[in-house]
């Protein structure tokens, strides 16, 4: 049976009474508080749902992650990092990442990032908990992701791409210093062929669970505004 959350309380169902059809969805209700978000992250689940439904929360059974010195870079893609023709930052632009982010796809009607989604990131970018990755050609933002930074590991949300391999040469240039800055595991959350050809895989939602217990609460030496 699906758990209905109440605003008055953060508390989550544990992870194993998630549902196997739909797979994975944990919850309904509750709202997008910057409180309720870090502890679903925490927890474990994540918000997902179209524009006119209840909030939902999901944590599915297998989970697609990975591990930052699994990223696997392609001949064409290193190619077109070493001839630098994009530059990437980081915390720059954050608001204008998660809208075109939220704009909208030729393959998909409608989005989740809804106003009250962008909303919530942008109250947890302010926090220093969400961060963007922005990839620029000359002074146009063409490509970006964004995410959040909890302890030692990384939840991913959604990217987008205006121009050829920007999203994936802001993807690898954010993989490369997670690494380096002690990262263990990134969260893909659900698999795509896209974060296959980086390396992702599926690990049992046990798995993940475990990564939680142990890497939430480590330092990592994270330098955003480098």
């Known amino acids: 049976m ?3 959350l109440q605003r008055d309380s953060l508390s989550f169902p544990p992870l194993a009474k998630a549902l196997h059809e739909p797979n994975g969805l944990l919850a309904a209700g509750g709202d997008l508080s910057a409180e309720r978000l870090i502890q679903a992250y925490r927890h474990g689940c994540f918000p ?6 209840p909030i939902l929360w999901w944590s599915p059974d297998p989970r697609t992650v990975l591990f930052p010195h699994e990223l696997h870079v392609s001949r064409s893609l290193n190619k077109v990092l070493r001839q630098a023709r994009y530059r990437v930052t980081f915390d720059q632009a954050f608001a204008e990442v998660i809208q075109a982010c939220a704009a909208p796809r030729d393959y998909a009607a409608g989005t989740w990032i809804t106003p009250p989604m962008q909303h ?4 947890l970018h302010r926090r220093g908990i969400a961060h963007s990755v922005e990839v620029w050609r000359d002074d146009k933002l063409v490509g970006g992701l964004y995410g959040l930074a909890i302890g030692q590991l990384f939840f991913g949300e959604s990217m987008f791409s205006r121009a050829d ?3 994936k040469v802001g993807f690898a240039t954010l993989v490369e210093h997670l690494a380096a800055w002690g990262f263990a595991l990134i969260d893909c959350q659900m698999p795509t062929q896209h974060l296959h050809s980086f390396g992702a895989r599926a690990i049992p939602r046990s798995d993940f669970a475990a990564y939680l ?3 939430l609460d480590l330092p990592n030496y994270a330098d955003w505004l480098a």
Do not use: I, K, M, P
């Not at 997902?48 to 439904?53: A, E, R």
């Not at 919530?120 to 109250?123: C, I, M, Q, S």
């Open 2 to 4: 699906l758990t209905w």
């Open 120 to 123: 919530a990131y942008l109250e």
């Open 165 to 167: 391999n920007a999203s």
């Open 48 to 53: 997902w749902y179209q524009d006119g439904q």
């Open 213 to 215: 217990e142990r890497h």
